[in-house]
């Protein structure tokens, strides 16, 4: 409760309504950002605390409310590390088709390129995708000629934090794999478990 | 083995094992000069307000409020309580706090609170609370959202003499 207005009787019996002159709302502690088509959120908040908000990463926390907006706590949202506060935001939205990343401050940052590691055996070749953002759609593609490509399955970056999530390897015959390219491509579609 | 192996171990694989040198090599240019392709188009990109600062979140929030929704609680002369709630909305959000709370939320809670004073069944000795929810309107699904903006005030009795 904020302080209190009064409402007053007059002597004639009536009642006037309180002065608001002083009225003024106040945020809530949540704010909510409505994004047409959101389909998935991930909130990653660094600095003074670590969290993630991500239902691939712990269920049930979602950023998205029962209304389909992404919600911030208000302390998060205010108090950007970018902005010089206790804060660091990484904010992960899939709308429509598109995958984008926003900073505490509400920029888009660039996402985290992938980047393809080789080993071998003596008889397969194993490479393993790392980088990327957790919830991003990618193909491992191949081609023996660089200019016909073949897609791999779909697969979504792991939603654990870096450090604790195990890159996924695919394992090709050698005998094969050495004489092909390999790349990875974006997909846009909705992140899924 | 990987890519990050020492120069000695990669001057070795170089000389013991052509095939794989040439493997490698084909996956190295691949990464590098292909390194992500992007799968479909990508349309409609948002651009999320600038947040960061309490003045920039109050901001956002402010001219984003597009439906207010007002709520009363009371008693009754005979001792239950009563409850009286209004909405008003706008497809347009407020252009600065002062709009929001001086001329649109004051002049609803001055008409509603002009009604209980009138009416007769209120016990105004107990004193009444105010609660008002701004918020959004998901446009494409009709879905009110209140949770940028609120109050939540009570308002007591003063008696002139």
């Not at chain 1, 908000?53 to 269920?59: A, G, M």
């Not at chain 2, 192996?5 to 170089?14: I, L, P, T, Y």
């Not at chain 2, 084909?26 to 948002?46: D, E, K, P, S, V």
């Not at chain 2, 901001?59 to 001792?79: D, E, I, L, P, Q």
Request: charged letters at 15%; one cysteine or more; glycine letters at 8%.
């Amino acid at each position: 409760m904020t302080t209190p207005f009064s409402w007053s009787k007059n002597p004639d019996g009536t009642y006037s309504v309180p002065d608001f002159s002083n009225y003024s709302t106040k945020l809530t502690g949540t704010i909510p950002f409505y994004i047409p088509n959101l389909k998935w959120a991930r909130v990653e908040v660094s600095g003074a605390t670590n969290a993630v908000e991500d239902t691939f990463y712990n269920p049930p926390s979602n950023p998205i409310d029962s209304t389909g907006c992404l919600d911030l706590p208000l302390a998060y949202a205010t108090n950007s590390a970018s902005s010089g506060g206790s804060y660091g935001l990484k904010i992960t939205l899939f709308d429509n088709n598109t995958f984008q990343i926003f900073d505490g401050d509400g920029n888009q940052i660039p996402e985290t390129p992938f980047v393809l590691e080789m080993a071998k055996d003596s008889n397969n070749a194993y490479i393993t995708v790392n980088g990327g953002d957790s919830g991003r759609g990618y193909m491992l593609q191949s081609s023996s000629d660089m200019k016909n490509w073949t897609n791999g399955a779909v697969q979504f970056v792991s939603p654990l934090p870096e450090a604790a999530a195990v890159p996924p390897t695919f394992s090709w015959p050698l005998a094969s794999a050495n004489q092909m390219f390999f790349r990875t491509a974006t997909t846009n579609t909705v992140p899924t478990d | 083995m990987d890519w990050k192996r020492s120069k000695s171990s990669w001057e070795n694989q170089m000389r013991f094992a052509a095939p794989i040198k040439f493997f490698q090599a084909c996956c190295i240019a691949a990464a590098i000069l292909f390194g992500t392709m992007r799968a479909g188009a990508q349309t409609n990109a948002f651009a999320f307000p600038a947040i960061g600062t309490y003045s920039n979140v109050l901001n956002y929030a402010v001219s984003n409020v597009t439906v207010v929704v007002f709520y009363v609680w009371a008693y009754n002369t005979n001792g239950t309580q009563n409850f009286f709630g209004t909405s008003s909305s706008s497809s347009t959000g407020p252009t600065n706090k002062y709009q929001l709370d001086q001329l649109i939320i004051v002049p609803g809670l001055e008409y509603l609170l002009g009604g209980i004073c009138t009416n007769a069944s209120i016990d105004k000795s107990r004193g009444i609370i105010v609660d008002v929810l701004c918020g959004i309107v998901n446009q494409t699904i009709g879905v009110e959202t209140y949770a940028l903006l609120y109050s939540d005030d009570t308002v007591q009795l003063v008696e002139k003499s």
